[in-house]
């Protein structure tokens, strides 16, 4: 799986305006700190959690594994996040629809609305 460089920036982006996420067994991930000594099959700096348990004793806990590791949701983790937080689909074609006029990725046009359901949640928070 490749992603491109404004998808990795736009998941850098989501972890910084709080995308919270579970690591797990078939989740890619940037890792921020190059802490991974291993080279990536996909490209630098990405890899793929084969044992979340393996990848947390790596970054030295849970908790210092979503800090230290961005999550890049593929398409299907995308379009579950959005669903799981009721973004209409409509949303979601609109979003699309942008994407395509604006040569963007599919997973760039998720991920800038997840992105906006975050800050939109962050503005209306007391």
Known sequence: MRFTETEIQ???RLRGAGLVW??????????IDGIVRAPSP????VHLIS???AMERLAGGADDLREK?????TWDDARS????R???RQKV???????????????EAVYGLILETLERAAEERP
């Open 86 to 88: 009721k973004v209409p």
């Open 51 to 53: 044992s979340a348990n």
């Open 93 to 107: 074609v609109t979003a699309l629809q942008n994407a395509i006029e604006n040569d963007l990725s599919d997973r």
């Open 81 to 84: 996040w959005c669903e799981e």
């Open 10 to 12: 736009l998941a850098a």
């Open 42 to 45: 996909f490209q630098a700096g």
């Open 69 to 73: 590791f961005a999550w890049l949701p």
């Open 22 to 31: 579970t690591p797990r067994a078939g989740h890619y991930v940037f890792d």
